[in-house]
């Protein structure tokens, strides 16, 4: 079973060159020298073969090779004279530190491929009256899924029957269960803690949330960050050096010290330490349901000083709401007039029909019996009662009524407004808003905290604007933009603080403005939002945004601080190792293995880093 497990996880070289050096040790201490010989020749074979499949099968880079070259030449020469304790141990610190590489790449890749293994493989899918077990694969958009008490939501929709605690921790990074319950959306993933539910499918199974942030992560993990690029560039360069400084310590000092200065000089440190920080930095962007596009948009993010906001569907819900019905007629009531236009609604896909209907379940208002029902497209909707009456709901020209209005006209200016008419009569008017998302204040206060510039960038008329820049304490809006003018403004704001703009907006409406920022956080479906900017956070999920840029600081940082650990211990084993203080074996481990393994468990405190936010938060 161990050895199953070490296969299926790709530890089987590094495990075996740390077995088979340990045995060898066991034989030194025993004197069994001939035995011991084989075996180190065992370890250095091993390693040749290990570099070449993984060179064939073009999972590791250059530099990743050169290392491993250097440990096979390093370990030959020190067989070669002898030194078989130096080459054990130099085997068994070279083993280890591969081994622990290969865990924080499992770490990193964890967490939403094990959420994703444990999503149901078959679901209950209402047919007609009855329920029908359906692979998960063959769930289409439309279907009615049956989730029960224990069981993970299989499907991106909108919960059409039943209430339910749900614990979505494992895709949003939400400690709190959420309820669930009627009309609400939720996301495949999701943990039904109590409760259970009739689910729509919005999309296909494989289509889900959680399946396209994997495909995603896979699809943009090889954007590199900057740093990264640096760091290999610096080690070929550092490399140079140390072969030449070497070349001139075996000359001046003898083979041993020169083999200290090759061993202690490997820049596998860099290789491993900063490119694991990074990588483990995206599953835990990954666990709260960010797709980052990279590495490289990490490193951008700390650096962003301004922020600029997008409102409908960012600040605000994107998602319509009746706010108030203004009789005009005062034959009818307010209820008359919801179920005239309710029942009208029925029929269309609107928003407003969202907007109307859910008002009319809130109320609990009995539909009517229409008939002759048409919609046509940017003017309304009509269709006649059972008893004869001509209904319209639709567009109006306020205008025309405006002399009439029983409220201010200020109270409804800038809204969404239609007519329901009755019989060519207008009876009422229904003015619709779009409403704040609750999260946004608190992510505004954030976000300043965190000391970024916050503008409020709109194609909305500029007193809604205003209404929403008050309401959240930002001084800085412009409203009436089109896609361009935002774009603009991002490259004026862009040519004052050099890299460090960030805009956030929806993935159609801003994609060029997205586009246009040094760092682009697109809030939004995946399937909508997948293309554009370079973080990608689910909609109605914004407090993630400051989270964002606080985890990319502290990401960045422990890359520095990873950079000056490894830099530190490999001086400290260099001079020590030339002055004859420690041993080739001893200098190996402060130096090259000892900075990779400090630096690795300075990079897993990161992930701690979600729950101190979320605690201080």
């Not at 094990?114 to 209950?124: F, G, I, N, Q, S």
């Not at 997205?514 to 760092?519: E, G």
Request: charged share 25%.
């Amino acid at each position: 079973m161990v050895l199953v497990y070490v296969m299926e996880r790709e530890y089987l070289f590094p495990t075996l060159v740390i077995a088979l050096g340990i045995t060898s040790m066991i034989l030194h201490f025993f004197l069994f020298e001939r035995l011991e010989s084989v075996l180190l020749m065992a370890i250095l074979l091993i390693l040749g073969i290990w570099t070449i499949i993984d060179f064939l099968k073009g999972v590791t880079g250059a530099s990743e090779e050169i290392v491993r070259v250097l440990m096979i030449f390093v370990g030959g020469v020190l067989l070669y004279f002898g030194l078989h304790l130096e080459c054990i141990l130099l085997m068994v610190m070279f083993g280890t530190a591969e081994l622990i590489e290969e865990r924080v790449k499992e770490l990193a890749e964890h967490g939403l491929r094990k959420t994703l293994e444990l999503m149901p493989r078959v679901v209950r899918v209402i047919e007609g009256e009855v329920v029908a077990m359906k692979d998960v694969g063959d769930v289409k958009a439309g279907d009615v899924v049956v989730v029960g008490r224990g069981e993970r939501i299989p499907v991106d929709g909108v919960v059409v029957e039943g209430e339910a605690l749900v614990d979505e921790s494992a895709i949003t990074g939400e400690p709190e269960p959420r309820s669930i319950g009627i009309f609400n959306e939720v996301i495949a993933g999701g943990l039904v803690l109590s409760g259970a539910l009739r689910v729509r499918a919005r999309v296909s199974g494989p289509e889900s949330t959680l399946a396209q942030i994997v495909k995603l992560d896979e699809r943009y993990k090889e954007r590199k960050a900057r740093i990264e690029s640096i760091v290999h560039k610096f080690s070929r360069i550092y490399l140079s050096m140390m072969l030449v400084l070497a070349a001139v310590v075996w000359v001046t000092l003898g083979y041993y010290k020169a083999l200290i200065v090759l061993a202690v000089g490997c820049p596998s440190a860099y290789l491993v330490a900063i490119p694991a920080t990074l990588l483990l930095s995206l599953s835990v962007y990954a666990r709260r349901g960010i797709v980052v596009k990279g590495t490289r948009p990490i490193e951008a993010a700390s650096k962003v000083k301004v922020m600029a906001l997008d409102k409908t569907g960012t600040l605000t819900l994107g998602d319509l709401f009746l706010e108030k019905i203004v009789i005009l007629d005062g034959r009818f009531t307010e209820n008359n007039v919801l179920a005239y236009a309710a029942s009208l609604e029925v029929h269309s896909t609107h928003p407003i029909a969202r907007a109307v209907l859910r008002e009319a379940r809130r109320r609990k208002i009995r539909l009517l019996k229409i008939s002759d029902v048409m919609e046509v497209p940017a003017v309304g909707i009509q269709g006649k009662t059972l008893d004869g009456r001509r209904i319209f709901l639709g567009k109006l020209d306020i205008m025309r009524v405006k002399e009439h209005l029983p409220v201010e006209y200020t109270e409804i200016e800038g809204k969404t407004i239609v007519q329901l008419s009755v019989d060519d009569r207008i009876a009422a008017l229904m003015v619709f808003s779009d409403r704040l998302n609750p999260k946004a204040k608190s992510m505004i206060k954030e976000l300043k905290k965190l000391g970024l510039r916050i503008l409020l960038l709109t194609g909305d008329k500029i007193s809604n604007a205003k209404a929403v820049a008050d309401a959240l304490e930002i001084t800085e809006f412009y409203a009436g933009l089109l896609p361009e003018d935002k774009v603009r403004i991002i490259e004026e704001l862009k040519s004052v603080y050099r890299g460090r703009v960030a805009m956030v907006g929806d993935g159609i409406n801003d994609a060029p403005a997205l586009a246009a920022s040094d760092v682009g956080i697109a809030i939004g479906s995946l399937e909508v939002a997948g293309e554009s900017g370079d973080f990608v956070v689910p909609a109605q999920r914004i407090r993630n945004v400051p989270f964002i840029i606080k985890f990319s600081r502290r990401c960045m940082r422990a890359v520095m601080e990873n950079i000056s650990i490894i830099l530190v211990t490999k001086i400290i084993a260099l001079v020590l190792g030339l002055l004859g203080l420690l041993p080739l074996w001893l200098s190996v481990a402060v130096g090259d293995d000892g900075g990779v393994l400090l630096a690795l468990l300075n990079t897993i405190k990161i992930l701690r880093a979600p729950m101190i936010f979320s605690s201080k938060s």
